[in-house]
């Protein structure tokens, strides 16, 4: 199956400043990658997301980019803010068996 | 439209006793998963079903086991519960789409905090 790798584990930026998660996956057959956020106590929310076939997403503040070739995708958050504090998932859908695989998870800490 | 409901929010067994999760969707959807999330930790796909009538295992079955008699419906089973079965569970459903065979992002339910003591 996809193995998905997330880094970092934890990041702390100052309000305003951006903010980078990385993640890399093993199957190259895989075409769907969402990114979620889970606040302390919450469940998951889908935030973005990004097909194989797109380089490049974005939703305001936030950014996804995919390189197929090297094939790890990358969240981007700029402008940050205290809201923005909570931990942050990356998957990657499986073509194989259709299922998504995540990320350790980032617990990004954005200071006032 | 609840989306994904789960029942209940939070439950203390003792070891030895038995226990279902309860998860239904309103979507319609045909994929439905449980997972675990530890503290700290990511999430470890349980078991799963594409259908009502199938299952089958993720990462981390033992120790569950899963029914799917309808579409809306996706009990957990926890049997003879231990203190390793502490933690978060999470319920989520997706649907595929049919002109693109691609299984978009999921929706979770609100999570059931389980504690084994």
């Known amino acids: 199956g996809e193995n998905v790798e997330q880094h970092p584990s934890t990041l702390s930026v100052q309000e305003g400043d951006s903010a980078v998660i990385k993640c890399t996956y093993s199957?190259?057959?895989?075409?769907?990658f969402p990114w979620y956020k889970q606040e302390l106590g919450k469940r998951p929310q889908l935030i973005i997301d990004i097909r194989s076939n797109v380089g490049e997403k974005k939703d305001q503040r936030i950014a996804v980019t995919l390189n197929k070739t090297a094939k790890h995708f990358s969240l981007h958050i700029t402008e940050t803010q205290p809201e923005d504090s909570a931990v942050y998932f990356c998957a990657a859908r499986g073509k194989a068996d259709n299922k998504f695989y995540f990320g350790s998870g980032t617990k990004l800490n954005v200071k006032p | 439209n609840a989306g994904v409901t789960q029942t209940p929010k939070f439950r203390i067994l003792k070891i030895g006793q038995s226990m279902t999760l309860q998860c239904t969707q309103d979507?319609?959807?045909?994929?439905m998963y449980w997972y675990r999330q530890d503290p700290g930790m990511g999430l470890k796909l349980i078991y799963y079903s594409v259908g009502a009538g199938i299952t089958d295992k993720g990462e981390v079955p033992n120790g569950y086991n899963v029914s799917r008699s309808t579409t809306e419906d996706f009990p957990l089973r926890l049997e003879l519960a231990a203190p390793s079965q502490t933690s978060v569970y999470f319920c989520a459903s997706s649907q595929l789409q049919s002109d693109s065979l691609i299984n978009y992002g999921y929706t979770f339910g609100s999570g059931t905090r389980l504690t084994v003591v």
């Open positions: 979507m319609n959807h045909n994929y």
């Open positions: 199957d190259s057959a895989s075409n769907y």
